[in-house]
Structures are given as C-alpha cells and as structure tokens.
C-alpha cells in the first residue's frame, strides 16, 4: 500500500507540484566544477537561482560548454525503458562513474542559461534526420536542437545519447574543459495539464528548430517529413549521412499552354520521381514513380490536381511500393509546387510551409545541399497550401454521423406516420343504438 501512495504522489507532484521543472543531466566528464552535490530526490526542486550559481561557475571553468535540447523532456523519458533497457546507456555509464550529475527538477533551465549564455544563428545547430552536423571551432558555447523523432519514443532517445556522447568526446579532444548540459524545452505532460496548448514561453527567444528535409530544384520545392525506404523485413531509415537530393529535372513543352516537368530525388541509392503537368490555370502532380538501376519499379498514381501559385500539402502517407521486391518508400507528410518556366519569382501570396517552415541560409555549418538548392531555386518560400483533406476530419464525420442519426429517427417517425391506417368500420345507422345506462 506504501509504494502505490508513492506512486500517486509523485504523479501529482509530477503534475501540479513541478510545473515548469524539467530534469537536466550535466556532463562533467574533466570534473571542472569540483564535487557539485545536487539533490536526486524527484520531490526536491532546484530553483532558477540555485542553478544560475552552477551555470555562472560553469561558465568561468570551462571553455566550452555544450548545451543538448530536446523539444519535449520529463521525468517519464529518463526513466523509459524497451526490450533492450535504458536509452540513456551512455549517460547510465556516466552517471555510475560519477561524471554525469543527475537534477531531476530544475525550475525553468532554458530560461537560465540563455540568461548567460544568449543563443544566437551562429552558435544554435539543428540536428535533422538525413543530415549531417559540423560544429565550428572557437567558440564558448553551443545549443544543439535534437528533431529527428523518428520510430519509439526510447529508440530516438537512445539515438540521442549515443549522438551526444560522439559529439561532447569530439569537443573534449578539442577543449579539456568542456562541459555538457543536457534538458529540454518544455514539458509535455505539464503542458497538457496546465492546458497551454503545447506554447512555450520561450518560442520567440530560441532558435526554433524544423522538420524533414528541404529541397528546391530549378522547377519545384519539396518538402518531406519522416521519409523511409521500409522491407519486408525491416525498416531502412535516413541516417544523419543520407541527405535526399535532387539528381535530375526534366522539362518539355507539348502545347503552348501545356508544360511537363519531371524531376528526380536520389535517396538511399534509389530515385523518386515526381511528374508534374503545368498549364495557364493549374498544375497536376500526376504520379510519383519509384526508380531504381534505372528502371522504373513501381507508380503511384495521384492526379492531384492544384491552382497555379499555390502549393500542395497532403499529411496522409505517400507510399511509393517496388513491385520487384514488394519494399517501398513511404512519406507521412509532404508538401509539393512547382513552378512553370515563364514564372521565375516568388507569388505575392508567399506564406510558411502549412507544417513547419522550410529553412532558409541560417549558419556557416549548413550543409551545401541547402545552399546549392536555395541558390538554384529564385523560389524559396511555398505559396498558399491546397490540402490534400480541406473539407474532411473528425469533427466533420462526427457531425455527419449524429446528423445522420436524428435524420434516420426523423424518418423512421415519418414512415410510421405513413402507415398508420383510418377505422373502416363505422356503426350501422339502421341497427339498434347502444345505450348506456347511466346512474346518478
């Protein structure tokens, strides 16, 4: 009965008693701040100056500090576990040998040290699946943005502490006093309780990290999010080393009205090709083609169908199947324009990508696909979004379903009505007359 109260009471306190805390690891591998006695306790908070102390201390004995941020982090993460244990096997091993030190409740961290050390596009990197991540030297402080949740929830977390730990011995070769800070954003489940609406306090103070892949080719912009080659067997996701690109664009005039446009994206040794009819008044996004050795594999057929100077974004699953080994290329979210050859500027209508915005030249550390890309393209915004499911969700099935419901009571009240038949027997004005005797 004792662990049970226990266990309620930490939810409660998870929930109402910490509500902007989040748990920060600090790796102190080189011991620059001596022996720092922290509180494991989950009932304990460390309030924003008690961690400003070690944050100030930090800054003075180390050179260089790295600070890790997940978008969404609580106490729920780091105590996660799948078949295979942990995610945090390298920080576990750490955190034993006493390099790591563990705070379990720290009231508002971000807040904190972007007070010390404020981020800006120079020192702020976003580590996105399909591509890689170069930290220039010299400088004292870095924030690295994790957003590549690919798969589990513990398996991407894994997958982050096995990045962190490559990066930090990376910079300790460089600096012997470095340090590492890792935490999070906000908290999810605070948030859902508190009713914030997933708003951080802090969203116009950071550097704001994106979604999927980024492409802009001479005819069309692509924008893709959680693109994976899956077979029958397993599931071949992008690795931070496989950058989707674009190999080759193909445009021909059939019409003076009619243009096609092709173009090709390598990704993992195989070819995505996107087939797109532009006349006066619309373009069409006819099918999506799977190539591979150069052979065409298998088509998936859209007829997508979207007015000129806008874009088109779909979040239901693009599926693209290989008929020789039945594999295929999936894309849960995707957003699509391409452009016609007489119109080389950017629509007046220009807004942010419906999911998240595309990037554009943040830092030296891009990679130069993106900059190639966007130096290629005079088109580096999408226009206003034709969705692929504008008039159709869940609120609108359920109004249809209750609608339906009453109708068919209305109807069937209806039918009954409709058959209900008149008396055909009436009294014989010949007969004798009933009478009732009635007593006073």
Not at 227 to 237: D, G, Q, V, W
Not at 281 to 306: A, H, K, R, S
Not at 311 to 326: F, Q
Not at 368 to 383: G, K
Request: aromatic share 10%; charged share 20%.
């Amino acid at each position: 009965m004792r662990s049970f109260q226990c266990v309620i009471i930490m939810y409660i306190h998870q929930l109402c008693g910490a509500k902007d805390t989040l748990p920060l690891f600090i790796l102190d591998y080189d011991n620059n701040l001596g022996e720092l006695m922290v509180d494991t306790n989950p009932f304990a908070t460390i309030s924003s100056a008690i961690f400003g102390e070690i944050v100030e201390d930090a800054v003075k004995h180390c050179s260089v500090i790295i600070i890790f941020v997940e978008d969404q982090f609580c106490t729920e993460d780091v105590s996660g576990k799948d078949k295979l244990g942990t995610p945090y096997v390298n920080l576990r091993t750490a955190l034993l040998q006493n390099k790591v030190k563990y705070l379990p409740n720290v009231v508002n961290p971000l807040s904190v040290l972007f007070r010390f050390m404020p981020p800006a596009e120079s020192n702020a990197f976003v580590l996105r699946s399909g591509e890689p991540i170069q930290i220039p030297e010299g400088l004292p402080f870095y924030y690295i943005y994790f957003n590549d949740y690919d798969g589990s929830r513990v398996e991407t977390l894994r997958r982050h502490d096995v990045i962190m730990h490559d990066i930090f011995e990376e910079t300790r070769i460089i600096s012997s006093t470095a340090l590492g800070i890792y935490t999070g954003r906000h908290n999810p489940i605070v948030l859902a309780k508190y009713g914030r609406g997933g708003q951080s306090t802090l969203k116009n103070q950071m550097y704001m990290p994106q979604r999927g892949v980024y492409l802009a080719s001479e005819g069309a912009l692509f924008h893709f999010v959680g693109l994976s080659i899956e077979m029958a067997t397993h599931k071949r996701r992008a690795e931070f080393k496989d950058v989707p690109n674009v190999a080759s664009e193909l445009r021909s005039v059939t019409s003076p009205d009619t243009e096609h446009l092709r173009t090709n994206i390598e990704y993992q040794g195989l070819q995505i090709k996107f087939s797109f009819r532009l006349s006066e008044e619309f373009w069409t996004l006819d099918n999506v083609t799977l190539i591979d050795g150069g052979e065409d594999m298998g088509t998936t057929v859209l007829g997508v169908n979207v007015p000129i100077g806008r874009s088109y974004y779909c979040n239901e699953p693009l599926i693209i199947v290989n008929e020789n080994d039945k594999s295929y290329v999936r894309i849960p979210e995707y957003q699509v324009q391409p452009f016609r050859a007489r119109a080389r500027r950017v629509p007046e209508d220009v807004v942010p990508f419906q999911g998240p915005p595309p990037p554009g030249p943040m830092n030296p550390s891009n990679p130069a696909w993106i900059a190639q890309a966007v130096a290629n393209s005079s088109n580096t915004n999408f226009s206003s979004a034709t969705k692929c499911n504008p008039y159709f969700n869940v609120r609108i099935l359920t109004g249809l379903v209750v609608t339906g419901v009453c109708l068919s009571i209305l109807f069937v009240g209806i039918s009954v009505l409709y058959n209900c038949s008149g008396n055909d027997h009436f009294d014989d004005p010949l007969a004798k007359q009933l009478v009732i005797a009635a007593s006073e």
